[in-house]
């Protein structure tokens, strides 16, 4: 199950640490800057209107507000998120934690 982004309230400095956390893991893969990136994120999602609840949902919103180049490495982690081995489950609530 999915928690709708605007619905969790997380801090910047918490959203930064998380990211750093995810970005250490998937280094090759992630950019040092996504811990800010990430908060960037955060606060355009909480200046839209519609509640964007799921990784799927996220990763529409990027590409179809024309948004990949200003945050290519949510991007990329949302596709990490979304392509991980099921029993990896805590990639996704990971992810999810950043997106507020």
Known sequence: MFV????LSL????IRH????LQKAYSSDLEEYFPD?????SSHLNHMDENVSTPEKLLRHIRESDIVDAYSNVKIALRLCLTLPVA???GNVHFLSLSE
């Not at 801090?11 to 918490?14: L, Q, T």
């Not at 990136?37 to 994120?41: L, P, Q, S």
């Open 18 to 21: 998380l990211a750093a956390d």
């Open 11 to 14: 801090s910047s400095d918490k």
């Open 4 to 7: 709708p982004i605007k619905s």
């Open 88 to 90: 990896n489950t805590e």
């Open 37 to 41: 990136e990430m908060v960037r994120f």
